[in-house]
């Protein structure tokens, strides 16, 4: 066996085909959202809208993936955006955006969707609720142990759960299509309010979200010219794709009104066409779906975290990259330590699913605004880097993407009200952290460290 390479110096690979990069970026953002906001989205725009506010939240998801390739292309490297905001605004920026990474954002999405899959699973197999949050920490355990065995197990099991979940979108399109369609709708529509897009909008956006972790794998897709765009927007589409024809299947075996009024519209139509063996279909596939995602996340996740320790001597084995099994180990244990921690908290918690949903977002959308900005900010202050790939229609798309992020911003601190102080609170707490870091290093004997490089 060879030795493995454990030290500061080490670092990603360009290994990454661009059909694995796609696959990899296609499981960070196919997740069960569908199942749970389609009712909402129709609720807030009726059915004259219903398939065009799907198709908006698309195409503004691609406009936002353009700007995410431009700053891959032109600044590789595998903290991604945390480079970008580094580079942009300055290492405090980038280090406060790392560690709401660390301590609210990813920990909080594997936290979130592990409880998802425990509180499936425990419906399944009849447990009680106190037991939702030991299932939830075994499958994080599970998953960080596999990513652990290197790279190649992670992107093996990525690959393989996300045939799985494609599977799964098939058999709720083939229960419709072999249905008998539901009478279609007989109740006046009047239009949406603005107050209904901008909830359905929302949880759109949600449910389409994740493709900008694409941006932690710059450094090791070999085609730095394509590889990243073709995974972002290419993921984009096919979920995009997939989504409108699942929306369609309920619809179709529901009725309008009959979707607009599920609670659970994929049980609804599955156990109406399969019967109780129905019911489990759909049990597996949300499981299978929460278990790719976490998976997903433990993939990018930890090379953020890497990304910014690399750059904080202080911050010692956080900062190193395993080059024999590819994978940066200890950031890695690192995130899964924290998820742990949150479904502790989340255990104790009324509903730990929305606790965690309000913990995140407004740092996802505050932060989002900011790398929407830094593309900006970045072709002004290196204007001489190359860039393999340039967004067209500069600079209107970006501006478009950041009012958008802004917009998204604004509608969830209002949605979760004194909440979002949490979520801002604690990520705000890393900028104490970087002093404190700096202020000890300082009363050390001065060491070289390591800059910003473009």
Same mark, same amino acid.
């Given at each position: 066996?060879?030795?493995?390479?454990?030290?500061?110096?080490?670092?990603?690979?360009?290994? /990454?085909?661009?059909?694995?990069?796609?696959?990899?970026?296609?499981?960070?953002?196919?997740?069960?959202?569908?199942?749970?906001?389609? #009712?909402?989205?129709?609720?807030?725009?009726?059915?004259?809208?219903?398939?065009?506010?799907?198709?908006?939240?698309?195409?503004?998801?691609?406009?936002?993936?353009?700007?995410?390739?431009?700053?891959?292309?032109?600044?590789?490297?595998?903290?991604?955006? @945390?480079?970008?905001?580094?580079?942009?605004?300055?290492?405090?920026?980038?280090?406060?955006?790392?560690?709401?990474?660390?301590?609210? $954002?990813?920990?909080?999405?594997?936290?979130?969707?592990?409880?998802?899959?425990?509180?499936?699973?425990?419906?399944?197999?009849?447990?009680?609720?106190?037991?939702?949050?030991?299932?939830?920490?075994?499958?994080?355990?599970?998953?960080?142990?596999?990513?652990?065995?290197?790279?190649?197990?992670?992107?093996?099991?990525?690959?393989?759960?996300?045939?799985?979940?494609?599977?799964?979108?098939?058999?709720?399109?083939?229960?419709?299509?072999?249905?008998?369609?539901?009478?279609?709708?007989?109740?006046?529509?009047?239009?949406?309010?603005?107050?209904?897009?901008?909830?359905?909008?929302? @949880?759109?956006?949600?449910?389409?979200?994740?493709?900008?972790?694409?941006?932690?794998?710059?450094?090791?897709?070999?085609?730095?010219?394509?590889?990243?765009?073709?995974?972002?927007?290419?993921?984009?589409?096919?979920?995009?794709?997939?989504?409108?024809?699942?929306?369609?299947? &309920?619809?179709?075996?529901?009725?309008?009104?009959?979707?607009?009024?599920?609670?659970?519209?994929?049980?609804?139509?599955?156990?109406?066409?399969?019967?109780?063996?129905?019911?489990?279909?759909?049990?597996?596939?949300?499981?299978?779906?929460?278990?790719?995602?976490?998976?997903?996340? $433990?993939?990018?996740?930890?090379?953020?975290?890497?990304?910014?320790?690399?750059?904080?001597?202080?911050?010692?084995?956080?900062?190193?990259?395993?080059?024999?099994?590819?994978?940066?180990?200890?950031?890695? /244990?690192?995130?899964?330590?924290?998820?742990?921690?949150?479904?502790?908290?989340?255990?104790?918690?009324?509903?730990?699913?929305?606790?965690?949903?309000? @913990?995140?977002? #407004?740092?996802?959308?505050?932060?989002?605004?900011?790398?929407?900005?830094?593309?900006?900010?970045?072709?002004?202050?290196?204007?001489?880097?190359?860039?393999?790939?340039?967004?067209?229609?500069? #600079?209107?798309?970006?501006?478009? &993407?950041?009012?958008?992020?802004?917009?998204?911003?604004?509608?969830?601190?209002?949605?979760?009200?004194?909440?979002?102080?949490?979520?801002?609170?604690?990520?705000?707490?890393?900028?104490?952290? $970087?002093?404190?870091?700096?202020?000890?290093?300082?009363?050390?004997?001065?060491?070289?460290?390591?800059?910003?490089?473009?």
């Amino acid at each position: 066996m060879s030795p493995v390479v454990d030290d500061r110096a080490a670092g990603p690979r360009r290994h /990454l085909g661009t059909a694995t990069a796609l696959v990899v970026t296609l499981g960070m953002t196919i997740t069960t959202d569908i199942l749970k906001t389609a #009712p909402t989205v129709a609720q807030g725009v009726g059915e004259s809208y219903f398939y065009a506010v799907w198709l908006l939240g698309g195409v503004l998801s691609v406009i936002g993936a353009l700007c995410f390739a431009e700053l891959a292309a032109a600044f590789p490297d595998a903290g991604g955006d @945390y480079h970008f905001l580094r580079l942009a605004y300055g290492p405090y920026a980038g280090f406060v955006y790392a560690w709401s990474r660390f301590s609210v $954002l990813h920990t909080g999405w594997i936290a979130l969707t592990a409880f998802l899959f425990a509180d499936h699973l425990a419906s399944l197999l009849h447990w009680p609720a106190a037991a939702e949050g030991g299932c939830a920490a075994a499958i994080v355990i599970a998953l960080v142990a596999t990513n652990l065995a290197g790279m190649r197990m992670g992107l093996l099991t990525q690959t393989v759960l996300v045939a799985l979940v494609a599977l799964g979108f098939v058999a709720i399109i083939g229960a419709a299509w072999w249905s008998e369609p539901a009478p279609a709708s007989t109740v006046a529509e009047s239009s949406p309010s603005f107050a209904g897009w901008s909830s359905a909008m929302i @949880y759109v956006l949600l449910a389409l979200g994740g493709w900008g972790d694409a941006a932690t794998l710059s450094a090791e897709a070999r085609d730095g010219r394509r590889g990243l765009l073709i995974a972002l927007v290419g993921s984009i589409v096919l979920m995009l794709a997939i989504y409108l024809a699942v929306n369609w299947a &309920f619809v179709r075996g529901l009725g309008f009104d009959g979707l607009a009024a599920s609670e659970a519209p994929a049980v609804e139509l599955l156990t109406q066409v399969f019967g109780k063996s129905g019911g489990l279909l759909i049990v597996i596939v949300v499981g299978v779906t929460a278990v790719s995602s976490i998976n997903a996340v $433990l993939i990018a996740g930890p090379r953020v975290t890497f990304a910014a320790a690399r750059d904080v001597p202080a911050l010692g084995r956080l900062g190193t990259w395993n080059e024999d099994r590819g994978v940066p180990a200890f950031a890695l /244990l690192a995130i899964g330590a924290v998820s742990l921690l949150l479904i502790a908290f989340g255990s104790y918690a009324d509903d730990g699913f929305n606790a965690m949903v309000e @913990y995140m977002t #407004p740092v996802y959308w505050f932060f989002m605004s900011l790398s929407g900005l830094s593309l900006i900010v970045l072709r002004r202050r290196f204007p001489q880097v190359e860039r393999p790939f340039a967004v067209p229609f500069y #600079p209107w798309l970006p501006l478009l &993407f950041l009012a958008l992020c802004i917009a998204m911003f604004c509608s969830s601190v209002v949605y979760v009200g004194w909440g979002a102080l949490l979520g801002l609170g604690i990520s705000l707490i890393g900028a104490l952290v $970087l002093a404190l870091l700096q202020l000890r290093r300082s009363r050390r004997p001065r060491a070289s460290s390591s800059g910003v490089s473009t």
